[in-house]
Every structure is written in structure tokens, then in C-alpha cells.
């Protein structure tokens, strides 16, 4: 792949202390992390959900949605797969800067991606969120019957079975999604986020 040459950053007239101020809230991004199944998306779009209810400028990207379209051309080689995360990361923080909080639900298996991600972003804008849930619970839910099939080789290098998850070490919030209800997890996430003072 060629690299860009000859380019120049360009400072915006209006900083994201700006939009911070004009909105009235802080900008982050809550990063959900976990098993397929162990609910990243479901409780990423609920707590989207309930910030805009409440009149927050937020943003959901999510995991196969973003594969659709900006990551198409991407697979789920571990190359592929960091690729994938660092674009997430730049796009995440462009939706920083512009004010919003963001929430991504992406697997993201590999805590030094997930780190790297972190270091695109200012102190106390990245979030972790571990979505906890053991991986015979994920797999006897199987929404997309995604682990049914890797059980039976149709999908290669699928987490949990034939590719490691690399639980985050440290996470920022930790929801264990198989004892709380989604309703008890975005309470869980609001309240962090109004003890950071970004809400």
C-alpha cells in the first residue's frame, strides 16, 4: 500500500472544546469489548439510546455495520483484524472532536490493538467496556448462529474457538452481561459517565 505524501494537518476554526461547551457535555468514546454474543451491541444501542433520549449528541458504530461499508475490504486474518481496529480508532476519534460520544461494539480480541486505540486519545476520552460474559454463555445464545458454524470449520479463525480473546486487563467498566439485565448495564455506564463529569 502507497502512503501518503506531501500532506498537512489542518486546524479546525472551531475546536472540540467548542462543541464540548455548546453542547453542553463531554466527548468520549465507550469502547465495548467481548465475545460475539456476549451482548457488545445490544447494550452499546441502549445506551445510545437513552444519551439521545436525553438529548446527547452520541453516535453508535458497530462492528459488522462498519464491515458493510468503510471495512469491506477487510477479513479476519489477525492483519485484517488490526487494520480493522485502527481505522475504528481514527474514526472514533474524529467523532470525539466533533463532540459526540461514541460508542463502538467491536469484538477487538487483541488488548495491544485496543491499546493502541487508546493512545490516539486524549486522557479520560477513551473508555473501556468490558462486556463480561463466559464463552458457554455466548455460545448457547448464538444470535447469529456465528459459533455453531465455526464449531463445524465453516468459519476460520472465529474468537473464543480458534483464535484467542484477550481480555482487557484494566477495563474502565467491567458489565457482567450475564447477571444484569440490559437495563441495569447502560444505569452501570450512565453513572460512570456522570462521575467523570462528562455527562
Known sequence: MTKATNITWHDSAITKED???QNGHGSVVLWFT???GSGKSTIAN???HELFRQGINEYVLDGDNVRHG???DLGFSEADRNENIRRIGEVAKLFVDSGKIVTTAFISPFRSDRETVRALF??????EVFIDCP???CERRDPKKLYAKARRGEIKNFTGIDSPYEAP????ITVRSDQYTVEEAVGQILTHLREKNIL
Open 19 to 21: 462543541r464540548r461547551a
Open 169 to 172: 486487563e484494566n477495563p474502565e
Open 122 to 127: 486524549e486522557e479520560g476520552e477513551f473508555i
Open 34 to 36: 467481548g465475545l460475539s
Open 135 to 137: 464463552l458457554e454463555k
Open 46 to 48: 441502549a445506551v445510545s
Open 70 to 72: 468503510l471495512n469491506k
